[in-house]
């Protein structure tokens, strides 16, 4: 696998990706990724330099998941996450985008912060595969995670159990559960009714 670098371009922030040299890139990939705006996905640059080929990704504004979910986390933090990175993987499943090319670690995953949503990164290397799916990652931050005593914590043990029952396969499912966590508790304003006499 190449390598990762941060580097700063004036106010812009880039991640930086050197591709190996017995990669390749996913043409079709990225085709789809330069031709179209993703949803939820971080649009690359693709660039060479000699014989160096690099695909650069504008993570300005966006701080990577390990430091939006250092301190203590909260019921409506993590399911907003999980529900906008299920999000962004459905839109890209529509671009016939392989999910094992999404970089799904807290390292890679990116906020971004004027919307509290996930930017996902889609790695269009052919070598590159993602052995984690999206279920496996929501399980390992739930696990790793320290939460906000002073809510209802029933919600952590409801997530654990979706996931270890072999629910959340699927991107779809685990954005459906999520929006149903979120909802549950709002209650819905009724509209006045003004009375005719």
Do not use: W
């Amino acid at each position: 696998m190449g390598k990762f670098t941060l580097e700063n371009q004036g106010s812009d922030i880039n991640l930086v990706y050197e591709i190996g040299e017995n990669e390749q890139l996913d043409s079709f990939a990225k085709g789809m990724l330069q031709n179209n705006d993703i949803e939820g996905v971080i649009k690359p640059a693709f660039m060479q330099k000699d014989a160096q080929q690099f695909v650069k990704y504008n993570v300005t504004s966006r701080l990577p998941l390990s430091e939006y979910f250092q301190g203590k986390l909260t019921k409506e933090k993590i399911a907003t996450m999980f529900m906008s990175m299920a999000a962004a993987l459905e839109n890209a499943e529509e671009y016939m985008l392989m999910p094992k090319n999404f970089l799904l670690d807290a390292e890679h995953v990116y906020v971004d912060l004027s919307k509290k949503e996930a930017s996902l990164i889609y790695l269009p290397v052919d070598t590159f595969s993602q052995d984690d799916t999206l279920k496996d990652f929501c399980k390992k931050i739930l696990m790793e995670g320290t939460f906000e005593e002073y809510e209802d914590l029933s919600y952590v043990g409801k997530l654990l159990n979706f996931f270890n029952q072999n629910k959340g396969e699927t991107p779809e499912q685990i954005g459906k559960f999520m929006k149903g966590l979120l909802d549950e508790g709002k209650v819905l304003a009724k509209p006045s009714q003004k009375t005719v006499r």
